[in-house]
RNA sequence: GGAGACGUCGCAUAGUUCGGCCUAGUGCACCACCCUGCUAAGGUGGAGAGGGGUUUAAACUCCUCCGUGGGUUCAAAUCCCACCGUCUCCGCCA
């Protein structure tokens, strides 16, 4: 939701950012109308509902045989009350749906455009060179009993995976390297459910474009997650938060469910895309002022993982139309995979401003006492896709994978995946 | 899954019998000040959340909130219905 002061006080700064999104602008002069007739609404029911209390007391204080005639009264009265607050709920409702729809306003100079017009902020590391053909990480995972794909296909259908041996240890390492990343910044760990209710679903603002990308279980009424930000975002819903210390940092471990419908046919091999995966999510609740530094914050930390494991990168500022109805600015890192000869998503971190907290009700006390909604945060530390990038990038001609040194402490010491016989 | 108890403004609790005197009382914790030459105790006052109006702002004022949503009524914390949640006991299963 984003803030209903900031459509009166400067719709153009709304528009600019719908328009910036490739979204109706339009809608943005509905919702101020919308407003409005909510706010007249309101006044005429609350002056109805004024009179009404207090002739209840006339009525309650007025000798037996007055009654009679002042009830009849009150009658006439409780019914205008009724209809002015069906108006007024109606009107309500209305500018929430409205309003609702208009995605969160974009940082300035975010770029606008869709998926192609991002903006590439840097490139890091060299990108892997090989005097052999290189082999890609489904290939690899299968000489080193890393990743059995036709299992994982054979007992829960495409996209499904067993991860085996190294693979399996592998992932945990990189799990232990980012968790003890995220502790020593101070984090809280947090290991999440993974199962939540429509509302909580629905304030972390997955439930609209997303919607067919969630598992949902109707026995039960129950979403599965499709990352632990949705838990960790509602961890603090309606909660009043003390921000005086600095921001409060949580890392959310958890697996994570996604349908990937429509999506038929796309990376169709290895464990690029797959329905389910595990991830350390940072989600991080700030003051409103320091959000943007609080983002920088969240690259850095995720930049300094991905050079942990020896991979080459880039940091790209994503285009206005490419973001998520809740993200302010999103910035993504992409490895680069090289038998794909390409840059792909690793980690993906998005400053959602106020807009997510408005909608879930956390907030902070300002100085004057008041409440108001804090920003917040949230960003990939590490997930199962990083494996792809580990191990076709460590390889070496006989199939072989060397451990990228962070990760050995983790893994007992070990130095190198060999295939197996 | 069965049976029962319960859900009140930070925490604890009163109020629900019999609807109006609840603008929800009290204790603890909290904040400010006063008093007592430390601490403790005592005194006075303040203090919840959301939303309208007005305003530079503050002050002021009105409406809503007693788990959630409906209903009955002139009037609901109080009566009725549904749902959610917590606790206790029993059963079943990891």
């Not at 706010?39 to 004024?50: D, H, Q």
């Not at 838990?231 to 309606?238: K, N, Q, R």
């Not at 959310?252 to 895309?273: F, H, M, P, Q, V």
């Amino acid at each position: 939701m984003i803030d209903p002061q900031l459509l009166r006080d400067d719709p153009e700064a709304v528009r600019r950012s719908q328009e910036s999104r490739g979204a109706s602008v339009d809608i943005v002069d509905k919702a101020i109308a919308a407003d409005g007739a909510r706010r007249a609404s309101i006044g005429e029911f609350e002056s109805l509902r004024a009179e009404q209390n207090a002739f209840g007391k006339t009525v309650a204080a007025a000798p037996k045989e007055q009654k009679q005639a002042l009830v009849a009264e009150a009658q006439q009265l409780a019914a205008r009350v009724k209809a002015a607050q069906q108006v007024a709920q109606d009107a309500e409702t209305e500018f929430t749906a409205i309003a609702g729809s208009i995605a969160n306003v974009v940082i300035d100079d975010v770029p606008a455009g869709g998926e192609d017009n991002f903006v590439t902020l840097r490139e890091v590391g060299a990108k892997a060179t090989f005097d052999f053909e290189p082999r890609d990480h489904a290939e690899l995972g299968e000489l080193l009993g890393a990743i059995d794909i036709a299992r994982g296909v054979k007992v829960s259908g495409s996209r499904f995976y067993f991860l085996k041996g190294v693979g399996a240890r592998l992932e945990l390492a990189l799990m232990n390297l980012a968790l003890d990343k995220a502790l020593a910044e101070g984090f809280i760990p947090l290991i999440t459910p993974t199962l939540v209710r429509p509302e909580i679903m629905a304030g972390t603002g997955f439930l609209g474009e997303h919607s067919d990308e969630i598992y949902y279980l109707p026995a039960d009424d129950l979403y599965l997650t499709g990352t632990s930000e949705v838990a960790l975002a509602g961890y603090h819903s309606d909660e009043i938060l003390d921000l005086s210390a600095g921001p409060l940092r949580y890392a959310g471990w958890s697996t994570c469910y996604r349908r990937e419908a429509g999506s038929a046919g796309k990376d169709n091999r290895g464990i690029l895309r797959v329905h389910q995966f595990n991830k350390l999510e940072m989600f991080t609740y700030v003051l409103p002022e320091q959000a943007q530094e609080e983002h920088e914050r969240l690259v850095g930390w995720q930049e300094s993982m991905l050079q942990a494991c020896g991979l080459s990168y880039r940091v790209i500022d994503v285009a206005a139309g490419d973001l998520g109805s809740s993200a302010a600015r999103k910035f993504d890192i992409e490895a680069w995979v090289p038998t794909q000869g390409t840059y792909r998503e690793l980690t993906s971190t998005s400053n959602c401003t106020t807009y997510q907290a408005r909608r879930l009700d956390i907030r902070y006390r300002t100085e004057s006492g008041k409440t108001t909604p804090v920003a917040t945060l949230n960003g990939t530390l590490a997930t199962t896709r990083w494996l792809v990038a580990i191990l076709e990038t460590h390889q070496q001609a006989d199939g072989s994978v060397v451990v990228p040194d962070a990760l050995r402490p983790y893994l007992g010491g070990l130095e190198l995946f060999e295939p197996q016989s």
